[in-house]
């Protein structure tokens, strides 16, 4: 096995590992090396939908998207589909998958299906190392406090994306409060857990004390130090923990740049716990 870190910050890709190895000295590895680089990467990965599914399987109970359809033989699997006529990319921003459900999301499994020639990275943030690296103010400011994160609604995830396809759904946008600062589950580390795409508000503050709070964070954890960027190549496989990083899917890959191209992803998402 071979560990080649992207950054000073996380991110490694792997090299030498067998992803449809599901034994649990394998997972075990796996697990590992996600725990300790947040978000790791295997390239040349021609594993079909069954084999993502399966090994997604191995981290825990699959979680469907509250809003967007997945595959129609594998619902399991949410097809990221941007069209070369279209400007927007699914999970441009930065964000935390699903952060506005009561348990969000533990990890994602993202395979790359078809990729543009240039553009389309994603990068990534250690948002442990953002909290380690706050001014102590604001750390004091934020430690027991709570935040508001909102879904946004359907039309936030279908309305620009010609290929992804609404679910019939009951609730438009729902919303949960998650501590500001949570703790990771299985290393235990404190972790910032705001996001500029969900997070709307500080709970127990003014409107005006917590968009500027929230202003002064995401700037924070939006600094390149913090980062790493990731090249796509065909059949590459992303696997990041969604509970310590914020990812960011750049969408530098349009007609208007003369670089009209397609972009498709499988994405697998894990369930997760209720932040603490
Ligand atoms: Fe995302």
């Known amino acids: 096995m071979k560990v080649e870190l992207l950054s000073g910050a996380l991110g490694a890709e792997i090299t030498g590992i067998n992803l449809c190895d599901t034994s649990a000295n394998n997972i075990k590895i796996i697990k590992d090396l996600l725990w300790e680089h947040k978000v790791i990467f295997f390239r040349e990965q021609d594993i079909s939908h ?41 999970g441009e921003n930065w964000h935390s998958d699903v952060s506005y459900n009561s348990k969000p999301t533990q990890a994602v499994i993202l395979k790359s299906v078809e990729i543009p020639p240039i553009g389309g990275d994603t990068m990534f943030a250690n948002m442990e190392l953002a909290w380690e690296t706050l001014d102590e103010k604001l750390k004091n400011q934020i430690i027991d406090k709570k935040a508001l994160h909102s879904s946004l609604g359907m039309s936030f995830f279908v309305d ?26 299985e290393t235990k580390k404190k972790i910032l857990y705001v996001n500029w795409t969900y997070t709307k508000k500080i709970i127990g503050l003014s409107k005006k004390e917590s968009d500027e709070l929230l202003m002064k964070i995401f700037k924070h954890q939006e600094r390149l130090e913090l980062t790493c960027r990731f090249k796509w190549t065909k059949n590459a496989v992303a696997i990041w923990d969604n509970r310590s990083v914020i990812h960011y899917a750049i969408a530098d890959y349009f007609p208007n740049r003369g670089l009209g191209h397609r972009r498709i992803m499988d994405r697998v998402a894990i369930k997760g716990d209720k932040p603490f």
């Open 50 to 90: 069954q084999e993502q599914i399966d090994f997604a399987k191995c981290f825990g109970p699959i979680e469907h998207h509250a809003y967007v359809k997945g595959l129609p033989n594998h619902p399991e699997i949410l097809r990221i589909v941007k069209e070369p006529y279209e400007k927007n990319n699914w």
């Open 160 to 185: 620009n994306y010609a290929g992804m396809e609404a679910k019939k759904v009951d609730i438009d946008e729902y919303s949960n409060e998650h501590p500001i600062v949570r703790t990771h589950p």
